[in-house]
């Protein structure tokens, strides 16, 4: 079985400060898969990024950041410089040898102007 | 453009009462998904389809039915069997690779959200 958690419920900052989003996982699977989504208030989930279990490098995409960690089964992600439109729930997700994917429980971001 | 349309936006239902949620895409994608969201819970799988005339149970199938007679149509009934249907309904789908296994990325339609009565 294998298990995505997103312990943070709620976050809220105020815009321009930096905030970071953590994931955790668990699988038994060696190859996997790891995905952030994004989901405005109009419901629609938007995909932000995939990771494989063998890249453990970091990615930069302009202010997201994104900090895979194997050795704590970790998928943290940030967003630097944080803007309104930011604000959205965020889901970290898990694909490992099954095809569907296990979605955390999601984490609702708030940005202040 | 292509994606996926979902309808209705929002939809009302009385108790006892089948509703089915359309779900249509042009990607041309093989594999197809239903999701619930509710609040706190993330999404779960309801049902999921990789090729046409075939779907699989998901984690939470009880109460719903689905079809997959067309590659880009994958209708979802909520039927009276469902408890508790109030929730947040996602469709998605992604492609497939040469190889056969799934590329992964979900692509998502706006969604419908059902009330019950």
């Known amino acids: 079985a294998q298990k995505v958690t997103q312990a943070q419920t709620e976050i809220s900052v105020v815009e321009k400060e930096d905030v970071t989003l953590d994931c955790v996982y668990e699988?038994?699977?060696?190859?996997?898969?790891l995905f952030w989504y994004k989901q405005p208030p109009s419901g629609e989930l938007v995909f932000l990024i995939r990771?494989?279990?063998?890249?453990?490098q970091n990615e930069i995409s302009g202010r997201y950041s994104w900090n895979f960690q194997k050795s704590t089964s970790s998928f943290n992600f940030t967003i630097t410089a944080s803007q309104v439109v930011d604000s959205a729930v965020y889901f970290c997700?898990?694909?490992?040898?099954?095809?569907?994917?296990?979605f955390g429980s999601g984490t609702q971001l708030t940005v202040l102007p | 453009d292509g994606g996926i349309t979902q309808s209705p936006k929002y939809l009302f239902r009385k108790e006892g009462q089948n509703v089915t949620l359309s779900c249509e895409q042009n990607?041309?994608?093989?594999?197809m998904y239903w999701y619930r969201q509710d609040p706190g819970q993330g999404l779960r799988l309801i049902y999921y389809?990789?090729?046409?005339?075939?779907?699989q149970k998901g984690d939470i199938a009880e109460g719903y039915s689905v079809s997959r007679e067309k590659k880009e149509s994958f209708p979802l009934t909520v039927t009276s069997a469902q408890k508790n249907p109030t929730a947040f309904y996602l469709c998605?789908?992604?492609?497939?690779?040469?190889?056969?296994?799934?590329?992964?990325?979900?692509?998502f339609g706006e969604g419908s959200r059902l009330t019950v009565l």
């Open positions: 997700a898990l694909r490992g040898s099954a095809r569907q994917l296990t």
């Open positions: 699988t038994r699977d060696t190859t996997y898969y």
């Open positions: 990771r494989n279990s063998f890249d453990e």
């Open positions: 990607l041309n994608h093989d594999a």
């Open positions: 389809s990789q090729i046409v005339n075939d779907f």
């Open positions: 998605a789908s992604n492609p497939y690779a040469p190889s056969g296994r799934a590329t992964g990325e979900l692509f």
